[in-house]
């Protein structure tokens, strides 16, 4: 089963808004970081594909999307492997997402003190994909806000080929059904996951890991 919709966008971006957006339009179910945080082979998997040997197929066996980290980081790769899939760039101002990322994701990384010893699979496999691969190694400001940046431009030159949407979650459904071509809900866009809900889920999935 070939991807159809690959999530270029950083997490802190409305990722998790998006995920459910996307399953309820009928392209889930949809791979996102919560799906990798309590499975162990997802966590393997993408721990290899940090390494350079990425199993695509396998990672996203029974996915129709995919979006968030880990596949961000690895967007144009997967976009090679389903050329017929279509580009989604969730996008926040970039001052924006780094007082976000630096306050959840950042430090979630960086204090490896704190990481819990049965999450240290999941810990050291974002490490990799997201500092070193997303971020290009970088941790300080000026960095990680040119990694943001230069993944922002290479989805947006997809977006005259119209391989690609840049999409705030502020536009909610009219833009993002126009571009998948599908009617819009009666309900209201999704709008999840904030810092309170993120440490939830990272507890959680943490704790699962340990079961």
């Known amino acids: 089963m070939a991807l159809e919709i690959i999530g ?7 990722t998790y808004s998006l995920k459910a957006a996307l399953e309820r339009l009928g392209f889930g179910r949809c791979h996102h970081m919560s799906e990798v945080i309590g499975d162990p082979d997802q966590i393997r998997l993408w721990a290899e594909a940090a390494d350079g040997h990425a199993n695509f197929d396998a990672i996203f066996a029974g996915f129709l999307s995919a979006v968030d ?3 961000c980081a690895f967007w144009r790769d997967v976009l090679a492997t389903n050329p017929e899939a279509r580009v989604i760039l969730s996008y926040r101002d970039p001052d924006d997402w780094y007082a976000s990322f630096s306050q959840t994701i950042l430090p979630l990384i960086l204090d490896k ?10 810990f050291r496999m974002i490490e990799r994909v997201i ?3 997303a971020l290009r190694g ?5 960095g990680i806000l040119a990694a943001y940046r230069a993944n922002e431009a290479a989805a947006r030159a997809l977006e005259p080929k119209g391989r690609a ?3 705030h979650t502020k536009d909610g459904w009219e833009p993002l059904c126009r571009f998948l071509g599908v009617a819009i809900p009666e309900e209201p866009y999704p ?3 904030p810092r309170a809900e993120f440490f939830a889920a990272v507890k959680a999935g943490t704790e699962e890991s340990a079961a």
């Open 165 to 167: 949407l840049v999409f």
């Open 191 to 193: 709008h999840t996951n």
């Open 8 to 14: 270029a966008g950083f997490g802190r971006t409305g």
């Open 113 to 122: 003190a704190a990481w819990p010893e049965n999450a240290r699979p999941w």
């Open 131 to 133: 500092v070193e691969r």
């Open 138 to 142: 970088r941790t300080d400001r000026e």
């Open 69 to 71: 980290f880990p596949v």
